[in-house]
Each structure stands twice: as structure tokens, then as C-alpha cells.
Nanobody, 128 residues
Framework: QVQLVESGGGSVQAGGSLRLSCTAS????????MGWFRQAPGTEREFVAG?????????YFANSVKGRVTISRDNAANTVDLEMNTLKPEDTAVYYC????????????????????WGQGTQVTVSS
């Protein structure tokens, strides 16, 4: 079992930046692919970014955020961060941290079915 807790959400004007953090507890954090997803009202949950296990040498981003978002992990602190820049109103959503359940943790996927552990979410609101 892995427990995930997100923090860092809030309200920001368009063009601004936010850094989300996810803290994990439970089993060995470094063994998990980690991902960030988001869900806006009336829409399905969508992938934002992911990072592979251990050294995090592989990252993967949704086209909608590519170039504006970075993801990083600190295995010593059991955290994975999402740095978001040049935010747009369409980035408004609840952001969720997730841990992958595939043994192939070096592969990063945007498929939510590959993530078995989820945090409770943190709200990000971007105003125009």
C-alpha cells in the first residue's frame, strides 16, 4: 500500500506559476512510477505528467502542458513535484498524484488504469 497526499494547490492569475507536491508513505517510494492527473468539472480525469521509478530518467508529458510543466522526484524525501508555469484558465482542475502498479516501473504511461494508488487531490484555479 502507498498513501499519497498532495499539497501546493491554490489560485493564481493566468501566466503565473504553481508548484504542486505529493508526499508518499508506505512501501518503497523509489519503486513506483509516479504520475500527475487532473480533472476539471464535467470532464474525465486526464494525464498531465509522469516520471519513471528510481532515478526518474524518463518523463512524459501531455501535449497540453508540454513546455510549461516539469516533474521531478526526491526519493529520499518520498516526494514528487509538479512545477507548472505560464498557467492558463484551462489548467483549472483538481490535480491528483498517482503511483503506478506495473512492475515495469521504468515505463511511463498516461493510462490511468496503470496507476493503482491515488491521492485526494488539490485544487488549482487559474483566473484570466
Amino acid at each position: 500500500q502507498v498513501q499519497l497526499v498532495e499539497s501546493g494547490g491554490g489560485s493564481v492569475q493566468a501566466g503565473g506559476s504553481l508548484r504542486l507536491s505529493c508526499t508518499a508513505s508506505g512501501r518503497t517510494f523509489s519503486d513506483y512510477t509516479m504520475g500527475w492527473f487532473r480533472q476539471a468539472p464535467g470532464t474525465e480525469r486526464e494525464f498531465v505528467a509522469g516520471i519513471s521509478c528510481r532515478g526518474g530518467s524518463t518523463t512524459y508529458f501531455a501535449n497540453s502542458v508540454k513546455g510549461r510543466v516539469t516533474i521531478s522526484r526526491d526519493n529520499a524525501a518520498n516526494t514528487v513535484d509538479l512545477e507548472m508555469n505560464t498557467l492558463k484558465p484551462e489548467d483549472t482542475a483538481v490535480y491528483y498524484c498517482a503511483a503506478g502498479t506495473s512492475y515495469r516501473c521504468w515505463v511511463v504511461t498516461g493510462d490511468s488504469n496503470s496507476y493503482g494508488y491515488w491521492g485526494q487531490g488539490t485544487q488549482v484555479t487559474v483566473s484570466s
